[in-house]
């Protein structure tokens, strides 16, 4: 099945591959290979699915219970820094699909020690950004306190300033993370130059990556939807269909 809109003959620079042109639906494959994986490792699958559930429940009952902002800050900006090393195991798992050998626990935990530096680096720069988005929150809270006054005046302005606010962190956070993780997993790149690599992937497949985040929000309502129980499922398949997003999406590269 050839989902490519160009011939895979592009130029390829040694640190920044030049990424492809792809089809408007090709995300759409994507989440059917991630089923597949899902289905040929489902021990894998669930066993990092479900402590992605059980990270949600504990950030959802930490901020309920204590009914304190800076628990909900605090336990999901940990959830960034675990986040990144999930990923590296689901890419790890799909890989080795790939390559036809069995997935194990084993060969995840093997590639995420392999990427802890980058993955260091990656989660500091997400809970930077993460940060930043709480701030400009809060910011916005104050220029615009919607609770002082009830009524859609208030409301309007306040809704719709933050959602542009948070829109602009949320387009950063998934331009610079959209294949830069299994990049780094699968060459062994650096953080920059892997950022810059999905940051021009996403510019390059605006059509393709606007269904992708589509797809990735409807995964996530349906997980949220579910009392993250959705999310075992959810998320391992998100994360095998990122994987081969990425195969799909850049150059292979030759290891030989």
């Known amino acids: 099945m050839d989902e490519h809109t160009d011939n895979d003959t592009g130029t390829t620079e040694d640190w920044i591959p030049e990424p492809r042109r792809l089809a408007a639906t090709a995300p ?4 059917c290979l991630g089923w597949r994986d899902f289905r040929a490792a489902p021990f894998e699958s669930l066993t990092f699915g479900l402590l992605v559930t059980l990270i949600g429940v504990i950030i959802a009952a930490g901020s309920w219970i204590s009914g304190n902002l800076l628990i909900l800050y605090v336990t ?11 990923a590296f195991a689901l890419y790890a798992t799909s890989r080795a699909l790939e390559q036809s050998q069995p997935p194990s626990v084993r060969i995840c935990l093997r590639s995420m020690r392999a990427n802890l530096s980058n993955h260091v680096i990656f989660a500091l720069v997400l809970l930077v950004l993460f940060l930043l988005w709480a701030r400009a929150a809060a910011m916005v809270h104050v220029f615009f306190p919607a609770m002082a006054e009830p009524g859609w005046r208030s409301w309007v302005p306040f809704l719709g300033i933050g959602s542009a606010v948070g829109a602009v962190f ?11 993780l299994p990049m780094m997993m699968d060459r062994g790149t650096d953080v920059i130059s892997a950022v810059i690599t999905s940051f021009r992937a996403v510019l390059s497949n605006r059509a393709t990556m606007a269904l992708w985040a589509a797809l990735i929000v409807a995964g996530t309502v349906i997980g949220f939807a579910t009392a993250f129980l959705g999310l075992a499922v959810t998320v391992p398949v998100l994360g095998y269909a990122t994987w081969h997003g990425y195969r799909a999406m850049l150059p292979q590269q030759d290891h030989g």
């Open 28 to 31: 759409l494959t994507w989440v």
């Open 76 to 86: 999901a900006g940990g959830f960034l820094l675990v986040g990144p090393l999930i």
């Open 170 to 180: 949320a387009a950063l956070a998934f331009a610079g993370s959209a294949f830069s």
